[in-house]
């Protein structure tokens, strides 16, 4: 008992005396990886499938990571997504016109181990989450009335409405994998530059949705607005809901727009990351 106690005694005083502190700021872009289907593209002659990852964009990230040895260590991040647009319905038809895209805004957490197989060359790999954030649905509707239609406003024939809303979709906090393969250059004993390719595994499932903002004009082939405001946030149109709930069953009874029924949308992608990192002096090396 007495060996094993100085043992690890031993072990903790030479882990302490290496250890070492350092922390790093990147930023980087990173493109969609096993993209699934977000929507669709229809024109009169035929309908495409729109496909990608809402983990596509802009990323920037804030990492602490502490070293145990020469080797082993272990890291902390936080970083921000500003995702790209991404298509989910582009309609172009005479008689209607929809431009809608989604792009994420998340902040997400991520712990891992790092290894060092050489002095500039390292790799680490660990657990991914979404703690925070959104994916931004931002829609545009121009429908073309039908003559029918257009008469019964009083309009001529031609009249059109046009919708602009903006809905915000929330997902349950997801667990998800990232690994990243690193070079640094040391620049002098504390900082150094790095570049490193980034992989991060990860799928959302939605919770629920809000529309921000709603408004539909009747418009006037001349393109005057005989009505502004015809539809509202506090006014919306049979068929749409303030906030939805997203659920795994539904019955086919259900005519309850506010529920529906959840789908898993992708986050994954592959990223090139440059940063800087500052090392605090270890022990060791502290006179």
């Known amino acids: 008992m007495i060996k094993r106690i100085l043992f690890l005694g031993i072990l903790l005083l030479s882990t ?64 921000y997504l500003h995702g790209a647009d991404q298509t989910v319905s582009k309609v172009d038809l005479e008689s209607q016109q929809v431009d809608a895209i989604a792009r994420a805004r998340a902040f997400g957490a991520s712990a891992s181990i790092v290894y060092k197989f050489t002095n500039n060359v390292y790799g680490r790999f660990g657990a991914l989450i979404k703690i925070a954030g959104k994916t931004e649905a931002v829609v545009s509707n121009t429908a073309v009335f039908s003559d029918e239609e257009a008469a019964a406003f009083g309009l001529p024939s031609g009249s059109y409405s046009e919708t602009n809303y903006v809905e915000d979709f929330h997902g349950v906090f997801p667990l998800g994998f990232v690994a990243a393969l690193g070079y640094k250059h040391d620049l002098d004993k504390n900082f150094s530059l790095f570049v490193e390719a980034e992989y991060y595994g990860i799928s959302l499932k939605r919770k629920d949705s809000e529309i921000q903002s709603f408004n539909t004009n009747i418009v006037m082939p001349d393109g005057t607005v005989a009505v502004e405001g015809f539809y509202s946030i506090d006014n919306l149109p049979a068929g749409y809901s303030k906030k939805t709930t997203y659920v795994d069953d539904l019955a086919h009874t259900n005519t309850d727009s506010s529920k529906e029924l959840s789908v898993k949308v992708p986050y994954s992608s592959f990223g090139l990351n440059f940063g800087v990192t500052y090392k605090f002096n270890s022990p060791s090396k502290t006179e």
């Open 16 to 79: 302490m005396s290496y250890a070492q502190f350092q922390i790093s700021a990147s930023t980087g872009y990173a493109i969609g990886s096993a993209g699934m289907k977000l929507g669709e593209e229809i024109n009169s002659t035929k309908t495409t499938n729109t496909y990608g990852s809402y983990g596509e964009g802009l990323n920037f990230q804030i990492r602490g990571t502490y070293f145990f040895n020469d080797t082993f260590g272990a890291d902390v991040s936080l970083g």
